[in-house]
């Protein structure tokens, strides 16, 4: 069953044993959501498995699964929610068929993962939750792996998943229904905002300064509060009343890396932020988070993104899943 044939958009979702419980329930909410806005059946969606019958979740949830029928009963869309230790080979099976009709598949998190780790990808760019990105950038060679929410590459959409699940789905149908359903589904969902795919992974480490020793709490808020007009790190330490030394060790120990370069990142992410969402000139960019000039701008941003500020704002769209004119 897919669109053309009965009007009705089908998500096939495919489940192994200790997957995640959140990503299914975002799933099947926002559907529902979507339908119950609509007034009508317009989506519909079925959970099939590598082993069909009851497949419990990592939590407490169960779920009764269909069987996998190679080459047959392809959806519309293939969302597969795998988990770290199960058997890939049917899944991968499974993708190879719908890219052959030209379909979308959708990989949440543990799935982008495991696939990213086996897959060799040339062209695109590809993501998963930033915990297992950090795994596989020490592991291996990952030059097209992003922070970003989800990435779309070669008929295939890799995506950080878990809370972020629900704008995932949001975005898939927003091809469709107009703007006031889209915005009133995510209102239903009591979403804050419905965030693009480009959007990088939130909650940032400094968002929880509040948890690490008091230094390190008291240094992140002072970059915080210093984006426009950065302080050296041994100003940093001198207002935290430390030795500059005493804060570069206690600030490693948490994030792995040097507070001028976590600086640094902080700046280019709020550049990212005002890019994406702003239409102020870069100049004005630059200004506010103390590049100064755009040219330094653009050095800075191009190492940790990839691309400069001009190309990105060039092919930034005001939709949720923007990385591609075919989703």
């Given at each position: 069953?897919?669109?053309?044939?009965?009007?009705?958009?089908?998500?096939?979702?495919?489940?192994?044993?200790?997957?995640?419980?959140?990503?299914?329930?975002?799933?099947?909410?926002?559907?529902?959501?979507?339908?119950?806005?609509?007034?009508?059946?317009?989506?519909?969606?079925?959970?099939?498995?590598?082993?069909?019958?009851?497949?419990?979740?990592?939590?407490?949830?169960?779920?009764?699964?269909?069987?996998?029928?190679?080459?047959?009963?392809?959806?519309?869309?293939?969302?597969?929610?795998?988990?770290?230790?199960?058997?890939?080979?049917?899944?991968?099976?499974?993708?190879?068929?719908?890219?052959?009709?030209?379909?979308?598949?959708?990989?949440?998190?543990?799935?982008?993962?495991?696939?990213?780790?086996?897959?060799?990808?040339?062209?695109?760019?590809?993501?998963?939750?930033?915990?297992?990105?950090?795994?596989?950038?020490?592991?291996?060679?990952?030059?097209?792996?992003?922070?970003?929410?989800?990435?779309?590459?070669?008929?295939?959409?890799?995506?950080?998943?878990?809370?972020?699940?629900?704008?995932?789905?949001?975005?898939?149908?927003?091809?469709?229904?107009?703007?006031?359903?889209?915005t009133e589904i995510g209102r239903h969902l009591l979403l804050p905002e419905i965030r693009t795919s480009s959007s990088t992974q939130p909650f940032a480490p400094e968002a929880f300064h509040k948890f690490y020793d008091e230094a390190v709490s008291d240094a992140l808020a002072i970059m915080g509060e210093n984006l426009s007009d950065p302080l050296s790190i041994a100003e940093i330490a001198s207002q935290v009343d430390i030795s500059q030394r005493c804060l570069e060790r206690r600030f490693r120990a948490v994030f792995e890396t040097s507070p001028g370069h976590y600086y640094k990142q902080l700046r280019v992410r709020r550049a990212h932020h005002l890019i994406q969402s702003t239409k102020l000139p870069l100049i004005d960019i630059a200004a506010a988070t103390g590049f100064g000039a755009t040219g330094t701008l653009a050095t800075a941003f191009r190492k940790f993104y990839g691309i400069t500020p001009t190309d990105f704002r060039g092919k930034h769209r005001e939709r949720v899943l923007d990385y591609s004119a075919e989703v």
């Open positions: 069953m897919t669109t053309s044939e009965h009007n009705t958009t089908v998500f096939e979702i495919f489940v192994q044993g200790k997957f995640c419980d959140l990503e299914l329930a975002a799933i099947i909410h926002t559907l529902q959501t979507a339908n119950m806005v609509h007034g009508a059946q317009r989506f519909a969606w079925r959970i099939i498995s590598d082993r069909p019958g009851i497949v419990q979740g990592a939590g407490a949830c169960l779920v009764r699964a269909e069987p996998v029928i190679p080459d047959h009963c392809l959806a519309d869309f293939l969302i597969v929610i795998s988990s770290r230790t199960a058997d890939p080979a049917v899944w991968m099976a499974r993708i190879r068929s719908m890219r052959r009709l030209g379909r979308t598949v959708i990989l949440l998190a543990d799935a982008a993962t495991t696939f990213i780790a086996r897959t060799q990808i040339e062209t695109g760019a590809v993501t998963t939750h930033w915990a297992d990105a950090v795994v596989l950038r020490e592991t291996q060679d990952q030059p097209r792996l992003t922070e970003n929410l989800s990435e779309f590459s070669n008929g295939i959409i890799t995506a950080a998943g878990r809370a972020a699940t629900a704008e995932l789905v949001i975005g898939l149908l927003a091809r469709d229904p107009p703007v006031s359903e889209i």
